[in-house]
């Protein structure tokens, strides 16, 4: 058994596992022994090739990002300037979001490329539910829902932390283009204002005097203790909605 680092690489069947400072058998060697390949921390089975390889960081080529890609199986992490596993291999969700080109899907318990560089166009974009269109940057982003409060700071522009309910939101203008979708939106009010009508944030979660009373929509109410902004009365348009803000339901003036 080879003990250093030198004469070990110089074994064609053997391999230095850095990490644990030891001589490992070289992954090829392995093929035909999918245990011994799974617990070699230099390797990895890749079960659609029925191969046992290097992992992407130690495979020859693999230091630049252009050889990286090359291996199909790999890809470049650009945060950390180093090859790994293919987003579509990573099966623990925690890792895929450590690695700054793949976003982890929840919803299907994946791991799937980076919505920043898997769609380049705004319908594709917001078709897949991890990814949301932003328009400010004309760039595929990852839904500000499914950011944490320190990735939703990032993008002050778009996403907004809704402390409330400890959940990052889409803000209202790049969430709904649609009046119907941002009426039933409790975070959102359809703005009637001037020639263009759009989806903007809601009378409630306008915390300051300033901002409430520019909106025709909205009414300051000062107290004692607290002043909220409120939506007025004829702008509610469901009596549930009505009724829980103090305001008296009209069934005939539907």
Wanted: hydrophobic share 25%; charged share 25%.
């Amino acid at each position: 058994a080879h003990t250093a680092k030198d004469t070990c690489n110089n074994d064609n069947s053997c391999l230095w596992d850095a990490k644990n400072d030891i001589c490992q058998p070289d992954c090829e060697t392995l093929n035909t022994n999918i245990v011994l390949c799974l617990h070699n921390p230099v390797c990895e089975y890749v079960a659609d090739q029925k191969k046992c390889k290097r992992i992407c960081q130690l495979r020859t080529g693999t230091t630049t990002s252009a050889g990286c890609n090359a291996e199909e199986d790999c890809v470049w992490d650009v945060v950390k300037a180093t090859c790994g596993p293919a987003c579509s291999k990573i099966t623990n969700l925690t890792h895929c979001d450590e690695i700054s080109v793949c976003d982890a899907n929840k919803g299907t318990n994946k791991c799937q490329e980076a919505c920043e560089l898997k769609y380049d166009g705004k319908a594709d974009c917001n078709a897949d539910p991890v990814c949301g269109w932003d328009p400010l940057t004309n760039v595929c982003r990852k839904k500000c829902e499914l950011l944490s409060n320190d990735e939703c700071r990032l993008h002050p522009d778009i996403c907004w932390y809704d402390f409330a309910v400890r959940s990052c939101k889409t803000k209202c203008p790049f969430k709904h283009e649609q009046e119907m979708p941002c009426k039933n939106d409790t975070d959102c009010l359809w703005n009637t204002q001037g020639t263009v009508s759009y989806c903007k944030t809601t009378c409630s979660l306008l915390g300051k005097e300033k901002l409430c009373i520019t909106n025709k929509e909205c009414v300051w109410e000062s107290g004692d203790l607290i002043s909220v902004c409120k939506l007025k009365c004829e702008y509610n348009t469901n009596m549930q909605q009505c009724k829980s803000s103090g305001c008296a339901w009209d069934p005939n003036d539907m």
